[in-house]
């Protein structure tokens, strides 16, 4: 599947207009954004590594 | 007392005010008559406020003249980025579209912050639209001009503070840092950055980009004058609720230790891989000028790296994406179309990314067990051309835009206290280099820093 298709199903799933004009640049963007998530998951992390924010109510 | 005609320090104006040499009201005329006659060709300040400017340095005149302490900032003027709340303006942020909100009722708490110490706002400055960009060419705004070469870029985001910083127009500035945006352009133009500890600083009343990482902090001339404001900012505030609460720790008093037994390491392969030659030459500078002979891995840093790209453009995303579906078209193109494709990230990509940032913490956290302070270059290169598309590094081209930032986006991302210092080798552009020490240890990477500036390795150059 190419980043284009990708873009066209992940928008409709949150309901994001896209204009016809702007596809080219968020594809291009989305595809850069996948090869950093790419790293990121490539990373073997211990199941005691929790998210790094932290929410002091 | 007469006005020099190079620029003057903070800590040398607030001296000379409270000694009644000059008065406030003297310094900001002259600052005004400065931006009036340069900012043309800089595009540094986005809006001058001389009605301001001269009803602050008159309070702080009337303050000495009534035998008051009028602060430790007492008329040094200064500027903000424009994301910071100013009464009576709407925080633009550097888009079009923040226009439209209401003028801000009030200051924001690190605006308050100096005028409760004396210094005197000239204004607010440039910046990447909503602060997602490195090289501070703005389609609304226009681009800011390297005080140093003006067919390159000052950086970015915070382009306008370190240009203004860098030429004289302000003594200081105060900026914002979510992946670079106060060390790329201090880097670009020269100066000297604080991004301080994730918490620090609070960020109330600041116009926010991504909650997780962005900071605050200032530019200055001098390391005496990164501490002096850096002394007055400090405290917290609970209207910020990333901001530690930690009590204030004055860095200032400490800057004239020497450190002799500190161990340093020069980081290598990603902050080394992915810098030129003049780059690595800058931290061979510094490393030399320290003693420091020692290199050491940073485990991670790609990945760091990468999960602070994934929640910067997560968050950015969800920030705006009421005003990216309504009206997509008046955002600057270059910081759109990355907004829009930060919509459509899985959650997967950003939970696990959230678990890279706490994973390269805590490598960060065992490698300072053995270190006291780290090197590394602040930016890839100098100063990129104005409109330059790509950057060459290590046999790779990247895109120039989101990738001047590789070297300061793993060390924002876990929140390190980092000084860039400003590094002029003979016939090159400026460059910086990051004394990145452990959490909430500001205090020592200044004193790292006013040790190499006393000892001539480092220092800001007069622009021409």
Known sequence: ?57 | MTLPDGPMSAAAIAAAIRGRKLTAARVAEHALVLIEARNAALNAYTAVLAGRALAEAHAVDAAIADGSDPGALAGVPYGVKCLFDVAGLSTRAGSIINRDLPPARQDAVLVRRMAQHGAVLLGTQTMDEYAYGFTTENVHDGTTRNPHDSLRVAGGSSGGSAASVAAGLGAVALASDTNGSIRVPASFCGVFGLKPTYGRLPRTGAFPFVFDLDHVGPLARTTEDLALVYDALQGPDPQDPACAGRAIEPALPHLGHSPTTLRIGVLDGWFHDKADAQARAAVRHIADALGASTHVSLPGAEAARAAAFLITAAQGANLHLANLRARARDFDPAIRDRLLAGTLLPAAFLLQAQRVRRWFSEEAAEVFRSFDILLAPSTPCSATRIGQDTLELDGICYPARPNIGLLTQPLSCIGLPIVSVPVFLAGALPIGVQIIAAPWRETLALQVCAHLERIGAVGAAQVA
């Not at chain 1, 640049?25 to 998951?41: K, P, T, Y």
């Open chain 1, 1 to 57: 599947m190419s980043d284009d298709d990708l873009v066209t199903i992940l928008a409709a799933a949150i309901a994001l207009p896209l204009d016809p004009a702007h596809r080219e640049g968020v594809a291009l963007n989305f595809g850069r954004l996948l090869a950093q998530a790419e790293i990121v998951m490539g990373v073997a992390l211990p199941p005691e590594t929790e998210p790094a924010p932290i929410f002091r109510p």
